[in-house]
């Protein structure tokens, strides 16, 4: 029983492998979607910045119109006033004019401040753009990293499990069913019992099973979890 149980942790050293492989053909791709999704949320910043910026441009551009207007009243005011010939017109001229510079005024202060907070903003979207740029760097390179070990991975994968069905011999077909029945729920099926304990559930092992573990005459399990036990040579 003892060769049949030496083979069986080989045959369980290579399921071992299998489950590591199998977890990373699954845990590479999803490592390079989650970076992928991170970015996206970079990107869905970045275009709410790019709106803000857009609605400040656009509250820019009508401040700039508006500026544009009043200087047009102001000049066609002036030319008026060579024309009046009575005091009253000239006054109201006077008034008019007073009130379109300090709408300019008002329009031009406006414009200016705009002008700063649309070159903070375009700041912004322009390190956000770097900053994404170079995620997708980042991104790019991992993912021809992840592509590479995938490759190694999946070839692996497909050897070892090609490779299972030769592990089975000199091996009862009833203990790799066992085996088989046991890895399904419980894995790794085969554990070491360690100072009177299985090691698979911690449980104490009866004195009398334990013993026998060192004739290894049989199959022992443990009571508690049913794995098969064996003792760990030096
Ligand atoms: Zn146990």
Redesign the pocket.
């Known amino acids: 029983m003892k060769e049949q149980l030496s083979r069986l942790l080989v045959l369980q050293k290579h399921d071992i492998r299998v489950k590591e492989l199998e977890k990373e053909r699954v845990s590479l791709p999803r490592e390079i979607e989650s970076m992928k999704t991170d970015v996206g949320e970079l990107e869905k910043i970045l275009q709410k910045e790019l709106d803000s910026l857009g609605e400040v441009n656009t509250w820019r551009k009508e401040q700039e119109n508006a500026l544009n207007e009043d200087e047009e009243k102001i000049q066609k005011r002036l030319r008026d006033m060579d024309k009046v010939t009575t005091g009253k017109d000239y006054f109201d001229l006077q008034k008019e004019l007073e009130y379109h510079k300090k709408r300019a005024k008002e329009h031009e202060t406006e414009v200016l401040k705009l002008m700063g907070v649309v070159e903070e903003r375009e700041k912004i979207v322009t390190s956000r753009q770097e900053q994404i740029k170079s995620f997708w760097e980042m991104v790019h390179k991992r993912e021809a990293e992840i592509e590479a070990s995938l490759k190694t991975v999946e070839e692996e994968y497909a050897l070892l499990v090609g490779q299972r069905q030769e592990l089975f011999s000199g091996i009862d077909k009833a203990l790799i069913r066992k085996y088989d029945f046991l890895a399904a729920r419980r894995f790794p099926p085969l554990v070491p019992a360690l100072e009177e304990r ?1 090691t ?2 911690s ?1 104490g092992i009866p004195p009398q099973k334990f013993n026998s573990l060192y004739d290894a005459k049989e199959i022992v399990e ?1 009571p ?2 049913a ?1 098969i036990l064996y003792i760990e040579e030096e």
Do not use: A, E, L, Q
């Open positions: 299985c698979g559930c449980m443990c508690f979890c794995r």
